[in-house]
């Protein structure tokens, strides 16, 4: 009988469509809180929904602004080996991120097939003439210099749809992997946590997390930290 890990091992060196589901575990070992953990970004902060929705970003652009700027950006995290080994396999043309993270630190790490779900915090524009800003000047003022325009990052805000686009390519690549790597996330919160039901029925499902999930058929389960998991997949 061939150990668990040398099985996933082996699962990893024939996939070749590979998808990884990541959430916001992946994120932590880079200096990143999450949102709902114990001391996760919800749990300090009782109307931290409001603050990330379209409801405040119109209502209050002031109170959202400090919100975002205060507790969401942080400019000097660096991707961790999560990251790397992902992003290798994706340079490989074997793999493709589809990530909730909007931290960009899959970008950093040269993630080739990547999909933001929900969108990136260093992606910046002008409500009133859509131009891209740097978001190093969005980080200084919430306005527009050449129009006066409210600067917003690119990110699906509560009561705010998907980037369409983006919905299609991840259910494309859910239908085409032969092995679906699950990483970081509890897979609770929708629409993301419904890419399961696209996926080829045929893929192997691996869970690397920290807490069981129930996703109401077969998987590999790996109970332990991710950087330890990825630290030893040879890639």
Known sequence: MMGMEARLQAAF??????????GAGVSTPSGIPDYRSK????????NAEY????????????????????????????????????AALT???????????????????????LVEFHGNLYNV????????????????????EADGGWLRPDVVLYDEGLNQLNVQLAVGAMEQADLVVI??????????AGLLDYRNKQA?????NQEQLNLGFDYDMVQADATEFFSELKV
């Open 183 to 192: 990483v970081g996330t509890s897979m609770r919160v929708y629409p993301f």
């Open 51 to 86: 603050y990330l929705s379209h409801t405040c970003l119109v209502q209050e652009p002031e109170v959202f602004y400090d919100y975002v700027k205060q507790n969401l950006y942080y400019p000097d995290a660096q991707p961790n080996v999560i990251h790397t080994k992902q």
């Open 125 to 144: 524009y002008c409500q009133i003439c859509g131009e891209h800003v740097d978001w190093h000047d969005y980080l200084k003022s919430p306005y527009h």
């Open 13 to 22: 060196d024939h996939a070749q469509h590979i998808v990884f589901l990541t």
């Open 91 to 113: 340079q490989q043309d074997r793999a493709t991120v589809i990530t909730q993270n909007i931290d960009n630190l899959y970008r950093v790490a040269d993630t080739k097939h």
């Open 39 to 46: 001391n996760g970004l919800y749990t300090g902060h009782r």
């Open 204 to 208: 192997e499902v691996v869970v690397v």
